[in-house]
């Protein structure tokens, strides 16, 4: 499976952004999706999952309410909608697949990852 995320950029503190993710290689509605973060010097941090239809989602303490992940099975594409964003949501953004059956927030659960995007938020 290869993944490709795109989107990241620089936002003022309160503003939007939105990921994307274009998977190929393997049939994208038998996998679960998610989105990962790193900060500079920091973990890798789970932020959000999403089930093989999109009826089920699952997201980091540090994002609910904020952000949003969805996905389009027709496209091939997952997405991460981000709104009130905060200086501490700097981060390089990673989409990640699993062929496992249920969603988990642990970076080792997922198999397939992609080059990450930069998201800077500005203060």
């Known amino acids: 499976v290869q993944l490709q995320a795109s989107g990241g950029g620089l936002v003022q503190a309160g503003g939007s952004l939105r990921l994307s993710c274009a998977a190929s290689?393997?049939?994208?509605?038998?996998?679960?999706m998610g989105w990962f973060r790193q900060a500079t010097g920091k973990e890798r941090e789970f932020v959000a999952a999403?089930?093989?239809?999109?009826?089920?989602?699952y997201y980091g303490d540090s994002v609910k309410g904020r952000f949003t992940i969805s996905r389009n099975n027709a496209k091939n594409t997952v997405y991460l909608q981000m709104n009130s964003l905060k200086p501490e949501d700097t981060a390089v953004y990673y989409c990640?697949?699993?062929?496992?059956?249920?969603?988990?927030?642990?970076?080792?659960?997922?198999?397939?990852w992609g080059k990450g995007t930069q998201v800077t938020v500005s203060s």
């Open positions: 290689g393997r049939t994208f509605s038998s996998l679960i």
């Open positions: 999403i089930s093989w239809r999109g009826g089920s989602t």
């Open positions: 990640a697949a699993s062929i496992a059956t249920m969603m988990k927030a642990g970076p080792l659960n997922y198999d397939y």
